[in-house]
């Protein structure tokens, strides 16, 4: 007998949902646990929490809770292109930018069509292309980041998106500037290049990302961040996606009304004003980067030199290492199913966090020796 879910489109049934970060309170749950005892370094998280300014700004915005949100986002729509330079058209918001790159998938992918991106780049690439029924081509990576000449040459008269991020997650390479402006000049201007710049503000100044400067040269380019990260809004779900008029519109048109809700629109509103917030993230993100990366150095342990607000390292028997950990209260993120099974991720916390894991790190791998 034919069952109803027999019935769903075969892309679907091969997908693999996507597993985030364990969370605190189910590591309690299955370790018995205290949760004030757990040190969550898995999800790329701002161990600063959030914004006081948008803290304040969420408190306001609850007392007009019964209220259907802007589906414009007007306030926040404007808050946003006063601080990039943009116009109004250009910009579509997301329920985090994970929403904005599905958007993109859904405006521009099919049955029949391809979209490119690079091995160990972020898993929800392949999932996106995957729902829409279109077929995800993997390319081989170059040192643990994108090989744009590899990607380039992948593009066919079937592509229709390539996906690059930069920095990269897990792997947090960066692509020079001027590396990748050429990649772009070399695109096909029937193929839409989704540049997700979700940790660009822990970069330095001189290494920050110019593409939203590009986009008068690039009408097929999309550039996507999120206030997840260094905004400290990951459990708000709001990011934005910046291109040209007719993609944004394209956009929008498949998009789910009210996808971003009116206490998220204050906070990002409060957030992306409080330069001297993000700027603190930053600065303890350098900090921690450093505290982290010498003490796998102390341990003998390699990792791959990141640009965001994570690093992942290199240990043996990596699945084992990580259930350790987990039983002493410490998530990190596992990376296996970026081909890479040898290799734990591991973001950037308060001092007392990289400390404790550090700490816990060295025990486990002396009890193997």
Request: glycine share 8%; aromatic share 8%; net charge negative.
């Amino acid at each position: 007998m034919t069952r109803l879910c027999d019935l769903a489109p075969s892309n679907i049934h091969a997908i693999a949902p996507y597993q985030p970060g364990k969370p605190i309170t189910e590591l309690a749950r299955e370790m018995g646990l205290k949760p004030e005892a757990i040190v969550k370094l898995a999800s790329n998280e701002n161990p600063l929490g959030v914004s006081p300014k948008a803290y304040e700004a969420m408190q306001d915005a609850l007392e007009d809770i019964a209220r259907y949100p802007d589906g414009n986002g007007f306030a926040l729509r404007d808050c946003v292109c006063r601080k990039f330079g943009l116009q109004p058209a250009q910009v579509v918001f997301g329920n985090g930018s994970n929403d904005v790159l599905e958007l993109a998938a859904r405006a521009f992918l099919a049955p029949g069509l391809e979209a490119v991106y690079s091995q160990h780049a972020f898993a929800v690439y392949a999932l996106v292309t995957q729902a829409t029924g279109a077929v995800g081509i993997s390319v081989p990576a170059r040192d643990f980041g994108h090989d744009l000449d590899a990607m380039l040459a992948a593009i066919t008269d079937k592509t229709r998106i390539v996906f690059i991020a930069n920095p990269n997650n897990p792997t947090g390479t960066l692509l020079e500037k001027q590396v990748l402006h050429a990649f772009l000049q070399g695109v096909p201007k029937t193929v839409l290049v989704v540049l997700d710049e979700a940790y660009d503000e822990y970069l330095s100044s001189e290494l920050k990302s110019e593409a939203l400067s590009w986009l008068e040269e690039f009408d097929n380019l999309l550039v996507s961040r999120t206030l997840s990260k260094a905004y400290g809004l990951a459990g708000l779900r709001v990011g934005f996606g910046v291109g040209s008029a007719p993609v944004i519109d394209l956009m929008n048109r498949v998009r789910q009304p009210f996808n971003v809700n009116s206490v998220a629109q204050a906070a990002a509103v409060a957030a992306l004003e409080d330069d001297e917030f993000v700027e603190r993230s930053r600065a303890l993100n350098q900090a921690g980067m450093a505290q982290i990366t010498q003490g796998l150095d102390q341990l003998g342990l390699g990792y791959i030199p990141s640009y965001g607000n994570f690093v992942s390292f290199h240990v043996p028997m990596a699945g084992d290492v990580y259930q350790q950990l987990l039983k002493n209260g410490v998530i990190v993120r596992p990376v296996a199913a970026y081909e890479m099974p040898d290799y734990l991720r591991v973001s950037i916390g308060l001092y007392a966090e990289n400390a404790r894991f550090l700490e816990v790190l060295e025990l486990i791998l002396k009890a193997r020796s």
